[in-house]
């Protein structure tokens, strides 16, 4: 199976920078920045019925080609609005955690797997975020902290036109360490470093090398022959989900919550362990 | 209702830019409008002004760091989920998922049996650790039906609910598929030596569907057993998974389980379940018997190629036959196992085949590739190219019984490997197809 989307646009560039952040390039790793966008979208014809700052949308009956019990699966149940559904679910808190999850998903993905931390998650989490409200109410601001056992701290923060813009070119990571920066952009895969010589070196056959994918369609074609690991297996996306989740739990209680990833609980917290799971519509199970 | 949740209702309602009137600031004002808030979220309707349920949202994020405001919150609520309407109640139920205690857990329970609310309230409930939680869900097992009961059933297996299993046991039977597979599901999270000889039991008289679901369930047993520490119970059920007559899917996964819980003996039990699944037909043949290498002075890897070696001949003797397997990839890294330039190897297995039939012979190889057949010539390919699986296409026939298959790879410089499989014309697995490295 291959779950993520590492490298899916130039499948050199992530990789190879996170080769380059891997082998030392940048020395000793301690912080990691990424970057998300901070938008919700509603279609271009929504009509808040009864509008703002009432908040509410008149049920509609959903399409009659569209099977919407199916379609909402274990997640509870609400009457269909177009607003929520097709692209616009990725807004709505039942079904999406909003950009943290949606672009995190691409962006915090490489970032763990330059961490070396793509098996594993964080030890830390501090998030604070700034929650839509109505039909769509994820968080559309937000700033989490993560610390890693490797010593690294992690910062995903929503930057469009806000004091965290990297200024660097848009959405990507950046890598800081004891000898300078690298940025990876995302959706383009752009390189930049402090040192620009450091993106000319090339990874010896000595060191560390990740796995280079042909594409997803050819990567998971070879796995299914081989039974050997995709470029992204199911683990490492499970990984970066559920970094990504433990932001939201923190943004929601607003506190700091420690993490134990080897047991993957919240170590005598139950209030956070409460909202670890959500309970799933009938008949659906794990 | 307390002074602090009058204040608490104040500062909220400044920070949600909708109160009736914060400057009265008086705490009988506060609390008239807390009240009056709690009573437009009971009327709420979907399609209604959401703002009462925004407040009350904030109310509740806002109460959890003082334990006397989130009870006072939580008594409202509960209270909503009373006299609220269904909207309203389904609204309640996502809030009590973050704060519900065991003091929600009688309310909750009431709506169980609804069908239109059980789900919503299980929202909650599910998640509440309180022993009070679990005995709700277990009551409610005698008082829903269909749908509800299903609900029901898988939260008590979520929430892995050993007390839930005795009730659990004679769902299997029921006539209602639904709730057989929950219970099933549910019985193998739970895990645990009765559950397993139930899902045993239930396993023996199942069949379709339904046995398929037992047989996932009682391998998630087995994990469950595994992680308890009764690792020998728990290889006994991986192994009879294990047997020729499981679906291969289910072998697999119990073959994984059986590795996984007693890595630490070589168990002859798991290499001859290896070893007989490696044999099944359409998959690669990965095991073999390698003769080389040979070499003739001068002779480079395409020359090499028709140049007949001892294993070619009927009536060789002295040739060094060496068990081998193909690697993870399927294909046999000859590189690795003699390495070296300019030679040829050879690689020989026999197929049993239970009746005479037509079949595809599938070959990758680098570089060079000459396969017999029951020691008839059926392929040649002197190429020079990487290994790619599958990409020689050779039909042939296989007879009853065994059938010999010898193939000759050559080598120029650098990798060197050959892969092979057999499938039906029609590119499907072969059924009933034995292969033995000999």
């Known amino acids: 199976m291959e779950v993520s989307v590492r490298g899916s646009d130039r499948p050199g560039q992530g990789r190879y920078g996170c080769e380059l952040v891997l082998n030392g390039r940048i020395g000793k790793v301690h912080t990691i920045r990424t970057y998300l966008p901070c938008q919700g979208r509603l279609p271009d014809d929504f009509q808040y019925e009864p509008p703002p700052p009432a908040y509410g949308y008149k049920p509609e009956p959903p399409p009659p080609e569209f099977d919407y019990d199916r379609w909402l699966g274990p997640a509870p149940w609400t009457p269909y609005h177009p607003g929520r559904c097709h692209f616009n679910f990725r807004w709505v808190l039942d079904y999406s955690d909003g950009e943290l999850t949606d672009r995190g998903a691409h962006v915090n993905d490489l970032a763990m797997w330059g961490n070396g931390t793509d098996r594993t998650g964080p030890v830390e989490i501090k998030g604070r975020g700034q929650f839509q409200r109505g039909i769509h109410n994820v968080p559309v601001r937000y700033h989490v902290e993560y610390e890693f056992a490797n010593g690294v701290t992690m910062i995903t923060t929503s930057y469009n036109g806000s004091e965290d813009d990297p200024k660097l070119g848009g959405r990507g990571i950046q890598f800081i360490g004891t000898d300078g920066w690298l940025w990876i952009e995302i959706h383009g895969g752009a390189l930049k470093a402090s040192n620009p010589e450091v993106l000319k070196s090339p990874i010896r056959p000595e060191e560390l090398h990740l796995h280079a994918s042909p594409g997803h369609h050819e990567d998971w074609l070879r796995a299914i022959r081989s039974r050997g690991d995709t470029v992204a297996p199911c683990e490492a996306g499970h990984r970066t989900s559920s970094l990504l989740h433990l932001g939201l739990i923190s943004m929601m209680l607003g506190r700091r919550l420690r993490w134990d990833p080897d047991k993957e609980v919240f170590p005598n917290d139950p209030e956070a362990t409460q909202m670890v799971f959500r309970p799933m519509r009938s008949p659906w199970h794990v | ?367 060079g590739i000459k396969a017999w057949l029951g020691g008839t010539l059926v392929h040649v390919n002197n190429a020079s190219r990487s290994l790619r699986l599958d990409e020689d296409q050779v039909k042939v026939t296989l007879k009853a019984g065994e059938n010999t298959l010898l193939l000759k790879v050559t080598n120029g410089s650098t990798d060197w490997g050959a892969s092979a499989r057999l499938v039906g014309l029609d590119g499907k697995p072969i059924v009933g197809l034995k292969v033995v490295a000999k």
């Open chain 2, 1 to 367: 209702m307390t002074r602090s949740i009058a204040m608490l209702a104040v500062a909220t309602a400044l920070a949600c830019s909708a109160a009736s009137n914060p400057a009265a600031g008086a705490e009988e004002t506060a609390e008239r409008d807390v009240d009056r808030l709690f009573e437009a979220a009971a009327a709420y309707e979907f399609g209604g002004d959401e703002r009462p349920l925004i407040e009350v949202a904030e109310l509740v994020r806002s109460s959890r760091e003082d334990p006397d405001q989130r009870r006072d919150v939580e008594d409202r609520l509960l209270k909503l989920l009373e006299s609220g309407t269904p909207a309203c109640k389904r609204f309640v139920c996502r809030q009590l998922w973050m704060a519900g205690s065991a003091r929600s857990v009688p309310a909750l329970a009431t709506l169980l049996p609804d069908d239109e609310l059980s789900d919503a309230a299980r929202y909650a409930l599910e998640r509440i650790a309180d022993p009070a939680a679990a005995a709700a869900l277990r009551d409610a097992l005698g008082k829903c039906k269909g749908k509800t009961l299903v609900g029901v059933v898988n939260s008590l297996g979520q929430r892995r609910d050993k007390d839930a299993a005795a009730a659990l046991v004679p769902l299997l039977a029921v006539r209602d598929h639904a709730v057989a597979t929950a219970a099933a599901w549910s019985l193998g999270r739970i895990g645990g030596t009765e559950e397993a000889w139930a899902l045993a039991a239930a396993r023996a008289k199942a069949e379709g569907r339904l046995r398929r679901v037992l047989d996932d369930a009682y391998l998630l047993c087995a994990d469950a057993l595994v992680a308890e520490g009764k690792k020998d119970e728990a290889a006994k059920i991986y192994l009879q998974m294990c047997a020729a007559d499981q679906p291969r899917r289910i072998r697999f996964a119990a073959l994984r389980g059986l590795l996984a819980s007693r890595p630490e003996k070589a168990d002859p039990a798991a290499v001859e379940a290896m070893r007989q699944l490696g044999q099944h037909g359409g998959e690669y043949l990965l095991s073999w018997m390698l003769a080389g290498p040979y070499t003739e002075e001068g002779k480079s890897g395409p020359d090499l190629f028709d140049v007949v070696f001892p294993p070619e001949k009927p009536d060789a003797k002295d040739v060094n036959w060496q068990p081998v397997s193909a690697g993870d990839d399927s294909a046999v890294n000859l590189a690795q196992l003699l390495g070296g330039e300019n030679r040829a190897a050879y690689l020989r297995t026999t197929v049993v085949s239970p009746q005479e039939q037509e079949a595809v012979l599938e070959l990758g190889s680098d570089d």
